[in-house]
C-alpha cells in the first residue's frame, strides 16, 4: 500500500526553481520532511516539518528551500528555489520521522513511511 507518492521533480539550470508534493493517506502525520540522496554519497535531511510547528532545515539549504504542509497535514511541499548543482539528487518525502539537528546537519534516523523518490537534477 503506497502511503506517500512523491511529484513535481525534473530538470532545471542553476539558479532555478522547482515544487515538489508529497501526497500522503488519509492519515495524519506527526511529522513530514523530505531527505535526499545523491549517487556515492550519504543520505541528506533537508527539511522537516512537525505538528504545525515550525521547520527545520539543514543548513545546506536554508534560506532557499521551503516546506509547508496542507491543512490536514497529510500532503507535504517543497519548494526549492536558486537551486544549485549540488542540490542535484533523489528527493523523497518521509512521515513520522525521528530526526536530530545538530551542526546545521539534519538526520533522520527512522521513518515510518517514505515514499519512492523523485528526481532533481541541476545543471550549471
Known amino acids: 500500500q503506497v502511503q506517500l507518492l512523491e511529484s513535481g521533480g525534473g530538470s532545471v539550470q542553476a539558479g532555478g526553481s522547482l515544487r515538489l508534493s508529497c501526497a500522503g493517506s488519509?492519515?495524519?502525520?506527526?511529522?513530514m520532511g523530505w531527505f535526499r540522496q545523491a549517487p556515492g554519497k550519504e543520505r541528506e535531511g533537508v527539511a522537516i516539518?512537525?505538528?504545525?510547528?515550525?521547520?527545520s532545515y539543514a543548513d545546506s539549504v536554508k534560506g532557499r528551500f521551503t516546506i509547508s504542509q496542507n491543512n490536514a497535514k497529510n500532503s507535504l511541499y517543497l519548494q526549492m528555489n536558486s537551486l544549485k548543482p549540488e542540490d542535484t539528487a533523489m528527493y523523497y518525502c518521509?512521515?513520522?520521522?525521528?530526526?536530530?539537528?545538530?551542526?546545521?546537519?539534519?538526520?533522520?534516523?527512522?521513518?515510518?513511511?517514505r515514499g519512492q523518490g523523485t528526481q532533481v537534477t541541476v545543471s550549471s
Open positions: 518521509a512521515a513520522d520521522i525521528t530526526y536530530y539537528l545538530t551542526g546545521g546537519r539534519l538526520y533522520f534516523t527512522r521513518a515510518n513511511y
Open positions: 488519509q492519515y495524519t502525520y506527526s511529522s
Open positions: 516539518i512537525e505538528g504545525g510547528g515550525r521547520p
